[in-house]
């Protein structure tokens, strides 16, 4: 396929080389973009890796066109019929177009040519959508020629998905990541060097150097994109690259170097933290509140080399000279060692200049639709930058920076709030500040911040990674009206999305009866996302079924097994996804045995294996029944862990009731414990009771307060445990 990557200026050669990096082909630097060639693995690739490119355009036609019948007929001659369904929304979109004609006219006639090929065709035709159209046609037309063009990638590629807070004027991040590669950035991070951003704002600079120096694929956490509607799509392929991307993210972050990002706004700072946890880059990234002007470099990186990169707010962000900013960025940047960069945005070279420092290099790019300049300082003074100087652009007249673009999105009516929905907003923003401040001593990135702490909003929310909501409805009394039920959930969701900033892409509900654990498939997306517990990678999916793969209230319990287990053998009886198995791998167990009958929870924990780095002889999953594994081993365990569902008459075992089968069950599980052995048995039934026998045949303590964690203490017993040992 015959391709294009529109980027901001100065971006091309930057583009250009990560094009070929994922194997595109005849790779040509053009104005504001770099053409291509290559199938549907390249575009995918382009999709989820280019950090300098705005959209993946892949040509369908082209052809003269003096006027706009026709570029009618050119777009109506295409065999719109093989590139989409009529069950497709789409859009239409012209550019360049010359000053003598009507954009308005030009798009009106591509929308007509493409709606009538479809009635010509096939007897009917797609609807218009354009605001978030299924498929967008894009047409570069000067007047005298035409190329159309599909869409591929959707909505631009500056949406990564982890900014959904943003400051005044807030940069682009496709134009913050050309700033990066323009500045050496990746050079000086493969050389060890640190980063610093002294008036980070919303963060996207910190972001997209995090990104940019690890190799992390910045589209892993879009949820829309141009090719989905595509006829030549290609699910398997596409679903395979992203989970490579995903695990590839996950891994790359322990490769990120020293970052810093300093603000003296506390707001900038809150909105930094919430973008930065949403990319999952909040445990790498530091801020600081700190004042350029008064404050000295005494907390920067100490590191021989690094980068200096700041986007001044001169005048859009605060109503003060820009001059004393330039020059604090200046005399900071003296004071540090010879190995260092800096590069600065301003609008024009003049306000650069108030830097007092002699630039190595300008160059001019485009951020929310204003000219600026890049100005480029290399301590050395001798230094050149590495890439080719862009002609400079006339500077804008002096005045505010307008902000950057934001698409526009429909909005459906909605009930009236829940009377109490102040009441709410206070107890959720309660809980959220008193969890934040424990995640952040404790390292937890996952954690639950609602479990129904005010009846009439029944629910359990949890926040995985500061990046997803999954909301779990519990049903709500008969007596409860079904309107009244709506609105309250209404109102929790409304709320959430306040305190949290989570958007619509990002929130997942579901609804579920209080105390089971079914594992039955709601959907069949298979996306699945990469969270970490104490610096272990774990894959979670939101979307397929009712609970996420993991147990958040198990963590103190996973973490006892692996701080206990030493180089015992342990066993994983009705083991889901494998959490607590890899725990005990990572704590040293010399051998793991994952027991459950599903398949696809079993390839899920292997999966969580692999993407450990475990070995996998060492680590070994048993597609069984509980009680026939039991029977038919002769193996013996040093902790085993058992964490079965309230009931179950699943395919693959027997009916199960945990009250009534429970006591056979630790009776088989004990005779499998090596001597000096834990039995670990965990249940969520809030009605269940141990049977009293156990209590005399073995040594048995509750130890349910030392597992169950602050975010699930709210609401009493999330579940009980019990620690089990044979008798002296």
Known sequence: ????????????????????????????????????????????????????????????????????????????????????????????????????????????????????????????????????????????????????????????????????????????????????????????????????????????????????????????????????????????????????????????????????????DEDALRIAKANLRRAGLNSVVRLEKRDIITDSTDNWPRTERGLVCADPPYGHRIEIDPAPLYGALGESFRSLGPGWRMALLAPDKQTASASHLRAEEYYSTVSGGMDLILAVYDRHGDRQASVEQVPQRPSPPPGKRPAAQISDSETAPTPPPDPKAPSLKKALNRNIAALSKWADKTGVTSYRIWDSDMPEFNAAVDWYEGRWLHVQEFAPPGKVPPEKSRRRLHTLLTVLQDCTGIDDDHLFLKTRQRGIRPYGKMADKKDKLIIKENGVRFLINLTDYLDSGIFLDHRPTRAMIRDRIGNGRFLNLFAYTGTASVMAALGGASMTVSVDVSNTYLDWGMENVRLNRLDESKNVFVRSDAFAFLKGSRELFDIIFIDPPTYSNGAGREDWSVQDHHAALINFAMKRLAPGGTLLFSENFRRFELEGKLKRDFSVSEITAATIPPDFARRGKAHRCWEIHHPN
């Open 1 to 264: 396929m015959k391709l294009f990557a529109p980027c901001p200026p100065g971006a091309e050669k930057t583009l250009a080389g990560e094009l070929r990096g994922i194997g595109a082909s005849s790779v040509r630097t053009a104005s504001r973009g770099v053409a291509f060639e290559g199938d549907a693995k390249t575009v995918y690739a382009a999709c989820l890796e280019l950090m300098t490119a705005s959209r993946i355009l892949v040509e369908l036609t082209s052809g003269p066109a003096p006027d706009e019948e026709d570029l009618y007929h050119l777009a109506l001659d295409h065999p719109w019929e093989t590139v989409f369904n009529t069950s497709a929304s789409f859009a239409c979109r012209v550019t360049g177009v010359p000053r003598d004609k009507d954009p308005r006219y030009a798009n009106l006639k591509l929308k007509d040519a493409v709606a009538d090929r479809f009635n010509k065709v096939q007897g009917k035709r797609p609807s218009v959508d354009r605001r978030s159209p299924d498929i967008r046609v894009e047409t570069r037309w000067n007047g005298r020629r035409a190329i159309v063009f599909l869409n591929l990638s959707g909505p631009p590629l500056h949406e990564r998905g982890y900014k959904l807070e943003r400051t005044e004027a807030s940069l682009r991040e496709t134009t913050a990541a050309t700033i990066l590669a323009l500045a050496e950035w990746p050079r000086i991070a493969a050389e060890g060097g640190g980063f610093v951003d002294p008036m980070c704002g919303s963060g996207t600079l910190l972001a997209e150097a995090a990104m940019m120096a690890a190799g992390l694929p910045p589209g892993v956490r879009r949820k829309n994109w141009g090719f989905e509607a595509w006829k030549a799509h290609d699910e398997r392929l596409w679903a395979d690259m992203l989970r490579d991307a995903t695990i590839r993210y996950g891994e790359g972050l322990e490769r990120v170097p020293r970052i810093l990002g300093l603000d003296n």
